[in-house]
């Protein structure tokens, strides 16, 4: 009885062994070798090169592994169009490599010719269907960029064609360097205003995709944006049913832009995009939810605790304003807002912080740092809380702060590049903690 039972088990182990090993093989299958390599077998196939550019720290890279580069379909057509190839591309020997293929943000996702020119460069997490509609474009089973800017210049009041045009045009322009890059950014740029123009004079703009077309290629032009938001707002009612509450956000993002270059410059007409809080955007900021404060008060405490530090340097102002500001927002605070709080008072103020600016700076530091989850974020507080201590002449508290900012740098995994500048910026400041003791 005993033996049976073992040997159902073994059968079992190996059943699932076997079936995990059938399912791995229906995803995309990745070349094991270098980029050198991988290139190489790409020119002996006659196909293009994929590279997934990936960090080891990414969360979006690890997802799109494991629920999408795993699928049936996705692995079907690029184990067929594709040699396919994964790329650490923060290890040293790849950093050169990632700079060529402008990759800054991770994953992105690259497809190159056998010759290494890019074909197709796209950043950030991509659906199934989207990473199988690039794959289709780079190999000419959909039409590319170019075929379709010269099937618009033969019937340019094709509103369908451009916004097939402007869908791609992110993606495409990532692939152009020099003066063909200039070049085609000056097209889109007129072509985006144009088609802007006419689909709001007809109210066609209010769908999914020409949402996206907003969001990826709209911000360059303050007035366009302007322009943008306050149609958005007009039709806000639509644009949320059509695609939900980021409608809302845009506005509340790009008018909170406003209001934070203008309390930059010490310029008091942020005051006029305040105002529009509680009365224009009103309907836009009531998707925020807050337990103890409205975000017209939140708004007024912030952005005016801003201005005064920003035109005045009123550090007990700005103290004032944002610790009610904070008090606000209660339990809702997070450590970014602790954190912002204490930066900004660095970034605007500086050499001018008296010792209790930086008992308080302190203070808000303390609060941001045990639940900053963001590594980077997270060495940063520890830093500005050293600094503090150190202009304070408590060099032991500023030893201890930049030991923890060092060792939270150790584990910053394959960004070595970062990494290293960081150790040797920590470094330095503990040395100088030693020639001030002395």
Known sequence: MRITKFA?????????????????????????????????????????????????????????????????????FFNEKFVNLQMDAEKPENVELAKKYKVEAFPTLGIIAPDGKAIQINVGFMKAEELIEMGKTAVGEVKGFEELYKEHRAAPADLGL????????????????????????????????????????????????????????????????????????????????????????YIIEKNDERMLDLVKKGDDSYKTYLEKIRTDYKKAYDVIKFKKV???????????????????????????????????????????????????????????????????????????????????????????AGDSYKELKDYKQAREYYNQAYGESLLMGSAEQAQQMIQASVIYKLSTLELLEK
Request: one cysteine or more; aromatic letters at 12%; proline letters at 4%.
């Open 8 to 76: 159902t088990l073994l059968v079992i182990a190996v059943l699932a062994c076997f079936t995990a090993s059938a399912q791995e093989a229906t995803g995309i299958r990745f070349f094991k070798g270098t980029f050198a390599e991988a290139l190489a077998e790409a020119q002996r196939q006659g196909k293009p090169l994929f590279v997934d550019f990936y960090a080891t720290w990414c969360v979006p890279c690890k997802k799109m592994e494991k629920t999408i580069f795993t699928q049936p379909a996705v692995g079907a």
């Open 162 to 249: 451009q916004q097939e045009l402007l869908t791609l045009a992110p993606r495409f322009l990532t692939t152009q360097d020099g003066m063909d890059a200039e070049k085609w950014v000056v097209r889109v740029r007129k072509l985006y205003k144009e088609y802007l123009s006419k689909k709001m004079a007809d109210n066609s703009l209010i769908n999914k995709k020409d949402y996206l077309i907003i969001s990826n290629l709209g911000g360059d032009d303050p007035d366009e944006v302007a322009r943008v938001v306050e149609y958005i707002n007009a039709h806000l009612d639509a644009w949320i049913a059509a695609v939900g509450e980021p409608a809302a956000y």
């Open 294 to 384: 409205t975000p017209y008060q939140k708004s007024v405490d912030y952005y005016g605790a801003l201005y005064a530090i920003y035109k005045n340097k009123d550090v007990p102002r700005y103290i004032q304003l944002m610790t009610s500001y904070l008090n606000g927002l209660g339990e809702d605070a997070n450590a970014a807002d602790y954190g912002i709080a204490a930066q900004s008072l660095y970034n605007a103020a500086g050499n001018k912080l008296t010792a209790a600016d930086h008992k308080q700076a302190i203070a808000w530091l303390q609060k941001a740092i045990p639940s900053e989850s963001t590594l980077m974020n997270k060495i940063n507080f520890l830093v500005m």
